[in-house]
């Protein structure tokens, strides 16, 4: 057996840590400009419409899915070194040209689309950072540095709108240097910032990251894309099989996870704007500071997580943390009596605010006399009477909606470092970057079907119907997690090279 130097192990460690800057600089750059996206297209292009927003939105993903395994199958064969500079690169250079999008004098929506596009290719390299910690550290290790993976991306996140509200101190019009053809504003500004921290990271890589292999016992060894750091080193003993039926398993899981999460992000707007009739500053207000909470709390999970794994095993917190969305989404379920207030509109397309319990008492007949002045700018509150549920679905109360958020920000975060961790380890010492390619084009799908399903479902069917769905999604992946159940363990424990 080689023992593991010192030196090697803080380079290895270092390398690690360059990883996860990479991958909190990867969240960031995705949400650095989610709040501006909206104004910043109305501003540079007025033919653009809502539909379009939602492309900009998921052109991300998009872009995510579509080079993941390609980044994954180029880190397989050749240095990661070359896939993650690479990436990073593109990011840049797509942030840039985002700050130009207000250059050209016609289809400035769609260079906007082309730039968020490619931020989201740059992004791929998610898949080459989980690869990369999945081959540097032992089975000891493993959970620990996915859990603080998810941390840093977690903590991007949250992060990328603080950056973002700082930068609205500089106002719409800013400063314009003419000589660039820029303008420094509150919406070019986050992503030139983030093209800096992007060229920080590119630099960091060259300059400090190496690439370090161990097997699943913390002994170095000799990868196929190796760059020859560390000369005694072992021979990888690779030989067996893949589990594939079980990589198969915690894909549709991993699916399901990011799924269900992106639902819950998505409907969060609409459903308390129409339960509680918050207007849509309000309703933007509240639910960011709620996603803030989540955000911390996902943190602290993360954290508390890499103890607990170490008593009780990855799959029985994956079954506990799926448990937990589940129960999330029943407590949103409507009950009860009451209805949400509603938001009446007449033939001409007014709206007409509902202001007090007794006016919604009044007869039918005297319902126009509350309608507002033509020149009324107050917003329409309310669940609105378009969509016909409203009428006949009891109100989720807030008290459920904090409880619900509250579950599901404490279960999704532990499904996702398990998933993670699980992944890596029934994978194995073989080159793992082309198989969490998939797992994370996987999560973007996720992402990018989840808005849809429950826009529709939600719009036309109502919460009932959106959310029981849900919840037969995550009992089906709860079955699915039981027949594999004994599957889904690490790659030397199958082959009795290791004790589990």
């Not at 899915?65 to 050749?78: C, D, E, K, Q, T």
């Not at 509109?345 to 007014?350: D, G, L």
């Amino acid at each position: 057996d080689v023992v593991e130097t010192q030196e090697h192990y803080k380079s290895r460690w270092r390398s690690i840590w360059i990883m996860y800057l990479t991958m909190f600089l990867s969240s960031v750059g995705f949400s650095i400009v989610i709040m501006s996206v909206w104004p910043y297209l109305q501003k540079i292009d007025p033919t653009a419409d809502a539909s379009f927003l939602g492309w900009i939105i998921a052109s991300y993903s998009i872009g995510q899915m579509v080079a993941s395994p390609l980044f994954g199958l180029w880190s397989n064969y050749r240095p990661r070194r070359e896939p993650l500079v690479i990436s990073t690169a593109i990011s840049v250079a797509a942030n840039c040209l985002y700050a130009y999008v207000h250059v050209p004098h016609s289809h400035n929506k769609y260079y906007m689309l082309t730039a968020r596009a490619l931020v989201g290719f740059g992004a791929g390299n998610v898949a080459v950072v989980r690869s990369y910690i999945a081959g540097a550290t032992s089975l000891t290790e493993r959970t620990s540095a996915m859990a603080n993976t998810s941390a840093c991306q977690a903590v991007g996140f949250i992060l990328g709108p603080v950056f973002q509200t700082c930068f609205t101190l500089i106002g719409e019009e800013g400063v314009t240097w003419k000589f660039l053809c820029l303008q420094l504003n509150m919406y070019t500004t986050p992503v030139l910032f983030g093209a800096l921290l992007g060229v920080i990271n590119i630099i960091l890589i060259f300059a400090i990251f190496r690439e370090h292999r161990v097997d699943d016992m913390g002994r170095q060894y000799k990868s196929i894309n190796s760059d020859g750091e560390g000369s005694d080193v072992l021979d990888q003993n690779t030989e067996g099989s893949i589990d594939h039926v079980a990589v198969v398993a915690l894909n549709i899981l991993f699916f399901v996870i990011l799924f269900v999460f992106a639902v819950f992000e998505t409907i969060a707007t609409p459903l308390t704007m129409d339960m509680y009739s918050w207007t849509r500053k309000e309703a933007v207000f509240y639910n960011g500071i709620i996603l803030s909470v989540i955000g911390i709390e996902s943190v602290i999970v993360f954290m508390v997580v890499k103890t607990l794994s170490k008593k009780t095993g990855e799959r029985a917190i994956l079954h506990a943390g799926l448990l937990t969305v589940l129960v999330g989404f029943f407590i949103l379920l409507p009950w009860g009596k009451k209805l949400p207030n509603i938001q009446w509109q007449e033939i001409k397309n007014n709206s007409i605010p509902r202001t007090a319990p007794s006016e919604m008492l009044a007869p039918f007949w005297s319902l126009p006399e509350l309608q507002l002045p033509s020149n009324h700018t107050a917003e329409p509150v309310g669940c609105p009477v378009t969509q016909s549920w409203c009428l006949n679905t009891p109100m989720i109360y807030l008290a459920q909606y904090i409880s619900s958020d509250v579950l599901i920000g404490l279960g999704y975060p532990v499904c996702n470092v398990m998933s993670y961790t699980l992944y890596s380890k029934v994978l194995g010492p073989k080159p793992q970057g082309v198989y969490m390619g998939w797992l994370t084009a996987s999560g973007s799908g996720a992402r990018i079907l989840g808005p849809v399903f429950v826009s529709q479902i939600y719009t036309h069917l109502g919460p009932r119907w959106a959310f029981s769905l849900i919840c037969g999604v995550v009992v089906v992946s709860l079955l699915l997690l039981e027949i594999v159940y004994k599957r889904l363990i690490a790659f030397s424990v199958r082959y009795g090279r290791m004790q589990e």
